[in-house]
Structures are given as C-alpha cells and as structure tokens.
C-alpha cells in the first residue's frame, strides 16, 4: 500500500505501508510545540540610533479616514514628544489638502513631505497622494510611486520601514479605510518589538481596515480613535520604567518569584515551554506587555495574569510572533533561483525527488515562495523529478492559515505580477495560491528541539529563527539539520543568522546571503537523543558480605526490538494498525485518547471507535486510499482529548 498522510489540525495521521497481508498503519500526531518565532528584532533593535529617543507613530487610513485623523489629533497634546507620519492611501490623482485640514484640528506643526528631511518629535508629517515615505537614517524619504507594491500597499511598505529603523520604539495606528492595508507592515512593527493600536471597527466609517489588522492576532489595544493618542502617550512614558535583569542572581527575590510564576502559568495555560528561548528577547516581551497594561512592575504583571487569564493569549501571541512575506530578501531568493535551485535539480529525473524542508514557516509565504522557485525551475524541464516541501511552525494559528493558502493584495505585494498570474487566483479580496503550488506543500505542527527531522534533504530553509534560541537550543538544531540533510545539501538561514552553532558541520556556499552547504564528516551526525530515554540500563555493582567472592552483576544485553519500540513511542506519533476491514490489530501506548468505546457490544472496528469528530474525515480518507492507492490529505479539524481541544 502507498504511504499515505491525513493531516488534521493539531493531528497528523500518517499511513506507511505494510507487508501483505496488506495491513494499514495509522499514527496520530499531536506535536507539542516550543517557541520559536519568525522574526528579525534583534537586528531591528539593534540597528536603531538609540539618539532617537522619541517614539515614532505612523497612522495609516483610507476611505473615511479623515475623519478619523481629525478625532485623534484633537486628543494629541501640544508636547506629547512623539513624531506623527500619516499616510492616507487615496487615489494619485487625488488633490489631497489633509495638510491643511488637520492643521485646523491641532496646535503641531502639520507639514506635507515633499523632500527629504529630519523627523522631529510634536511634527505631523503627510505623504502626498502619489508618493510613498521610507525611512533612512532618521529621515523621511518620498519618493514616486513606481513599483506596483509602491501603488498598492504605501501604508505597509511605511511600517514596514518605521519598524526596521526605529524597532521598539515605533508605534503603528490603523484607522478607517477599506481592504487589508496596513495589516501586512503591523505585523512587522510587532516583529521588531513595537507597538500596534488600532481604530473600534464598530466606530469606523469603513471597518475593513481595522478588521483585518486585528484578525493578525497581533493588535495590543482596539480603542475609539479619541482614546488611542492618551494610550500611547501612556504607553511612552512608561518605556524603560521596568527592568528585567537578565541574570537571576541580578533579581530579587520578588521578581524571580514573579517571572517564574508568569513562565509556569504560561506552561500550564497553553503548554508551551519557553526554556529554550533567548532570555533576553523572553523578558523584552515581558517588559512590553507591563507597558501596554500600564502596570508598574512584574510581581504586578504576575497577579494581572491570575485575574485576567485573557492577557495570558496576549503574551503567548508576543513570543510566537510569526512574520514573513513572499521573497523576503529578494536578493537571497535570486540567489537561491540562480544558483542553488540549479545544483539541487542537477542530474534529477521524474525517478527522482526533491526534498526541502521549511522550518519556522508562519504563514506560509516562504514555504508557497520556495514552490514558486521549484514550480519555474521544473518547467523548464522535460524529465522532471517531483517536489516535496515540508512546512513546519509551532504557531497552529499560523500553519492554519498556511493550508489555506489564502492572502490579501497587501499581502501579495512582493510579488510580481507575472508570479500572480502564473501561481495565483483572483478570490474575493485576495489571492489564492494555485492547487498544484499548494500539493507540493506539506504543513506541520513541529517542535524543531523536541520532534524528529524530516530526512534525505535537499535543502533546509530556517530563517529568523535561530536568532530566539539560546546557544545550547542553536547548537543542536544544527546538528538536526545536519542529520536530515544530504551529503552537500543546502541551509539557508537568516539575514542575523550563522551557522557558529555547528561550524564543524557546514561550510559557507555564499556567505552575504547566508546560504550553507552541508560537509561531510567522517560519521555522520547522530540524531540527539533526549536524556530521557535511557537507551542502556546498567545496574550498579553489588557487594558480597565476603570480600574475596564479590559478586559483579554485568549490563543486562539490551533488547533491540523493546528499544526499538521505546524509541517509537519516544518519537513516532501514537499510531494503530488496521486491516483491510479496518479492525483494530494493535494501537500503540497512546493512541487510545483518540478513541471512545459506547454502550452495547465491544467492537474492534476503528470507524466505530474513531472519535466523532474525527469519524467522517477518516472514513472517507480511508475510502480514499483503497480507491486511489496514493496520498490522501483532509481538512483541518478541531478534536477534544482530554478536556483541551
């Protein structure tokens, strides 16, 4: 029987095959997950003048926005130490006056941008209609509208820019207007450690806008426009007001107690161990979270988290923030397209596969960008071998969204438009990504510290996420990547990334892209086993009461098949297998949570067993798998084990 996998959400059935008599094997997986955001902060934060002392907020709008703005900057003080830069996404031709009508809103200087100059705090700065702002070097940059990004999505390619110069100290504010705009650069003002406040969608005038920022899970506050200036006036005055030390023996004995109490309510809440995360980047999260709640220390924060369980998904969503977009860092896909594409297909025929793994994948723009790659590769060939890519996160919100292959315009930005022509569809307001680009992805919920790698690759792409785990966690995802990779195959890592965890293992195939080759050692590496499985037994040695005959008991000799089953049930999901009537033969120590035994006689058929909400999916996939003989993947499900979904 052909390998068969059924994907569920938060649940992986996978089927292998069997020896006649044609047995089916069924595992289920519900992978525990490890933080490990996509994201850059560290460089962002790191790039930022810290002689720009002032925050920086940028308000983005559309249709009713004005409105709007006219309400915030009536709240804004005269001395509120923050710059404003507004961009209103109208149509070019638009005659826009904004300067001057919210000059009659405010006592600021309100100044159209025209050139490049300085930004200064207590200054609002518009964009005209036809020109779009970035940031250099503390300056504000317009320039034409030329590329069709530049056109379609000026309010993100602004944050976007706020964000990687002024990191944490940028503010985004998103107002009336229609479609996604604004939604795709929020997301990376989070990522670099800023903040995002967004306009009531029951107040705005056009609530899109504001709908689609806060279905990112990304948003702090959701406010009326007249109070959100007093938040984030609130906001900067208590930046810097609390400090974490990174060292324990640096804490009191209070904010020790306080910290560990945040950690282990957010293991007990959500399951997620942050043991392995980058202390630093952990407690900056921390410390943003006591200022959005205008809270005054950490023991503080500690008791907000017992009595207000809501803001324990606040600060879960803060450490597994998952940003990407298509081709980021275009000139590290090109190289990937013009030369590392070329040496993985070399030699490869339709006998062949191509095997890449996508780690740390969010919302799947990467994993869609990289199948894009192989899809125009695999054109141009007569003889060409299949693609596989596997896609994995931690953040099952985020691999959701990935399966459903679905992006707004904004989203879609970085994209050409002959991209969007050959591996889109026009859907509503958005984009779907093709049938065959999204068949040549697989997505996952995987823990790359915890769960075993995928195997023979090709190539491994793990982007910005390295750069949140601390030296031991590094160290050991090189050594995985290294052991599920092929001799000479590629990693791809990061802007911020290197492979100094591992540089025994890798050497450097183009180094300003950060873009490695595997080397062959003499032993290849070893999977790391955890130190919970105690793969050899050895008792200690037993005195006899007479000294001269004392007894030495050997190892016992170590059963290979019982290891072999303990190494399974360690590392393979739990699984059941089947006959062709679908009757149960043998399930594993943990996969009888899946299953629910009713009144009446006992039956050992899977269908009748299957938990209901998993019934219908499995009974057609299996239907499936006898009729074709081939691969079989189903929809997302939600499925209750053990009173958590």
Known sequence: MSCVNLIFHGIFFNFKPIPPPYQSVITIEAISLMPMPSSSEEKAVASCDPSRDFLVVGIGASAGGIQALQRFFEQVPESSGLAYVVILHLSPDHDSQLAEILQTSTEIPVTQVKEKGRLQPDHVYVVPPDRHLTMEDGHLVVTKNVLLEERRAPIDIFFRTLAESHGERAICVVLSGTGA????????????????FVQDPEEAEFDEMPRNSIQTGMVDEVLPVGLIPGKIINYKSNLGTVN???????????????????????????????????????????????????????????????????????????????????????????????E???????????????????????TGEEAYSMAMLCAEWTMKMVDAPTVQIFATDIDEAAITRARDAFYTINDSADVSSERLNNFFIK???????????????????HNLIK???????????????????????????????????????????????????????????????????????????????????????????RQSPHPVQ?????????????????????????????????????????????????????????????????????????????????PVETRALNVTVDDRQ
């Open 550 to 630: 004392q007894e030495i008991r050997m190892p016992e000799r170590i059963d290979l098949g019982d290891l072999h089953h303990r190494l399974l049930e360690q590392y393979a999901p739990p699984s059941i297998v089947i006959n062709e009537e679908f009757d149960i033969l043998h399930l594993s120590e943990r996969a009888g949570r899946y299953l629910q035994i009713a009144g009446g006689e006992i039956s050992q058929n899977l269908i009748k067993l299957i938990k209901q909400e998993l019934r219908p999916e499995l009974q057609a996939a299996l239907y499936q798998v006898i009729q074709l003989q081939a």
């Open 451 to 541: 769960d075993p790698p995928f195997s023979r690759l090709d190539m491994v792409c793990c982007r910005n996420v390295l750069i949140y785990l601390n030296h031991t966690a590094q160290t050991r995802v090189m050594e995985t990547f290294h052991f599920a990779l092929n001799s000479n195959g590629f990693l791809f890592l990061g802007t911020s990334e290197s492979t100094d965890g591992g540089s025994d293992l890798y050497m450097s195939f183009n180094r300003e892209q950060h873009i490695y080759r595997c080397r062959q050692v003499a032993f290849k590496t070893s999977y790391p086993v955890p130190e919970s499985i105690p793969y050899l037994k050895i008792e200690p040695t």
């Open 340 to 362: 590392v594409l070329p040496a993985i297909f070399q030699g490869k025929t339709a006998d062949n596969q191509v095997r890449i793994w996508v780690a740390g994948c969010a």
């Open 427 to 445: 859907d509503g307001t958005g984009y779907r990504i093709r049938r065959e680009i999204r068949e040549m992805v697989m997505f996952a919920n």
């Open 244 to 338: 974490i030390p990174v060292e324990s023996e640096h804490r009191t004995d209070h904010q020790q107690k306080a910290l560990q109490e945040v950690l282990t309510q957010l293991r007990i809440r959500t399951g997620h161990d942050f043991t392995n995360y980058k202390r630093p980047t952990l407690l900056r999260r921390i410390e943003r979270r006591i200022y959005i709640r205008n809270l005054p220390d950490l023991p503080a924060y500690a008791a907000f988290l017992q009595t207000n369980p809501e803001e324990i998904t606040a600060l879960l969503k803060d450490l597994l923030i998952s940003v990407t977009s298509f081709f980021r860092d275009p000139k590290a896909f090109e190289v990937v397209k013009e």
């Open 181 to 196: 705009n604004g939604s795709m650069g929020l997301r990376r003002i989070k990522e670099c450690g800023g903040a995002a």
